[in-house]
């Protein structure tokens, strides 16, 4: 098992920056395909971006394309989010989750391990 803490929410202006971190401890970090999904009030999870065991592949939602950039540090045992020209309707509970081998990475249901949320915030 594979256990997640999600860290660097909070407050920001529409434009501004932010960057969310996922700490993971548990079984080896490097053997689990990596995501990060956020949920609206009133809304459904949705996917946001997604990245591959060693970080050579990634994957976008269409709306962050150009303004997110997920990475990982397998020696560290971290993955990030990079926030960059945010806008009030990125405001949700983002949350970072695992799965050994998600046959789609961009559906939540095939993720087995989910950190407990961090709340982003952008104000118009």
């Known amino acids: 098992q594979v256990q997640l803490v999600e860290s660097g929410g909070g407050l920001v202006q529409a434009g501004g920056s932010l960057r969310l971190s996922c700490a993971a401890s548990g079984r080896a970090f490097s053997s689990y395909f990596l995501a990060w999904f956020r949920q609206a009030p009133g809304k459904e999870r949705e996917f946001v971006a997604a990245?591959?065991?060693?970080?050579?592949?990634?994957y976008y939602e269409d709306s962050v394309k150009g303004r997110y950039t997920i990475s990982r540090e397998n020696a560290e045992n971290t993955m990030y989010l990079q926030m960059n020209s945010l806008k009030p309707e990125d405001t949700a509970v983002y949350s970072c989750?695992?799965?050994?081998?998600?046959?789609?990475?961009?559906?939540?249901?095939?993720?087995?391990?989910w950190g407990q949320g961090a709340q982003i915030t952008v104000s118009s």
């Open positions: 990245i591959s065991w060693s970080g050579d592949h990634t």
């Open positions: 989750a695992a799965a050994p081998r998600p046959r789609v990475p961009t559906i939540a249901t095939e993720y087995h391990y």
